[in-house]
């Protein structure tokens, strides 16, 4: 969705006011879980829904 936006990782992180290192966690898939409120952020400046960034993959 960063591509699509044509946006950087570094100016989604400034929106949502994490670090990009936070960030990249979360793109990589190694974060244990998110908060809906930083999903609704991500949501909200990426104009997209959850489904859009979300995947689940069987474990």
């Not at 990782?9 to 290192?21: F, G, N, R, V």
């Not at 974060?31 to 609704?40: E, Q, V």
């Amino acid at each position: 969705m960063l591509a699509k936006r044509k946006m950087q990782s570094k100016e989604l992180a400034e929106i949502l006011d994490i670090t990009p290192a936070n960030l990249s966690i979360l793109k990589t898939g190694k974060a244990k879980g998110i908060r809906f409120d930083t999903l609704y952020a991500i949501c909200k400046a990426l104009n997209c829904q959850p489904g859009d960034i979300l995947e689940y993959v069987k474990d």
